[in-house]
């Protein structure tokens, strides 16, 4: 007998989210438009729209505005951490997925408005001057019933199964802990926006983190030391990005406002936006998105035994 399949989303629900998201030409568009640094920006201080940069032809993440910034960038360190695309490790998988956020308006909209939360903006705009808004990244299964389907079996997780991008945590981190090459983007970020900034669009940096560099990050001092190899392997496990807060968007949030929320289970609820609500209503999204039209779905690649 075939298995019961339960339908875990209301229609209406469905339609109403798949309205909300970018053609597949707006989102193309939205990714080669995104200011993006030179993966040896620390050398050469480049900055350009996405598409004007060379892609490693290997991994797929790393960006180059010349052969000359590549071959430097290989040999301080790319050529140990570089794999190919599709791998399933947790410190290369979820930052591909990652960068693709930046090209879903609706996405961006949620993490702008969380980042007044974080920040602290509301009663001190400054602190985008100081600190940045971390976000630990991973995958996690994107079929839900499936995984629990053999969950209750008592089989194992399938490790080739389709994953998709799950923001684990978003919190505040002081600006000397970002890496070298997130600061110097930052601060000609800064520069290039200028007068722009001001205490009612202060700009905000976002800092895409892989949650498994996160825990080594964060490991007791007890722990054996990171090897020179370990250490050249996490070379540019991380990417940032840095923008404009929308006009009113400080104003909006002071207001402390809440969303219409439609659940299948619970009905209509008003909830209130919190950090919380807005990391869930970004994974809800995510993982709504069954026909992978926002590419923030993968399948990651098996080693052979």
Partial sequence: MAP????????LIRAFHDATLPSRDERRENLSNILTQCANFAECGTTKPRSELKVCSKCKLAKYCSQTCQ????RSGHKVQCTPPGDGSRESLPLKLAERVLAVPVLVDKLLHCSILTLDLLNDPSNSERAVVKLNCTVLGADV????QRVFAGLPRDEGA?????????????????????????ADMRARLGEQITADRPMVTFWFVSEEDD???????????????QKAKRLD?????????????????ATKPSELVRSAVMGNQLVPISESYLRESINN???LDTKNKLRLRAYPTVARK
């Fill in 285 to 287: 999204t995510i993982r």
């Fill in 162 to 186: 389709e994953v998709c991008l799950s923001i684990a945590q978003i919190k505040r981190a002081p600006m000397e802990e970002a890496d070298e090459k997130t600061r110097a983007a930052v």
């Fill in 215 to 229: 825990r080594f990050e964060s490991a007791d001092d007890d722990e054996k030391p990171e090897s020179e190899s």
């Fill in 71 to 74: 071959k430097s960038h290989w």
């Fill in 4 to 11: 019961v399949q339960i339908e875990m989303v209301d229609p």
């Fill in 145 to 148: 019933q499936a995984h629990m």
């Fill in 237 to 253: 496990q991380w990417f940032s990005s840095s923008m404009l807060l929308p006009a009113g968007a400080i104003a909006y949030m």
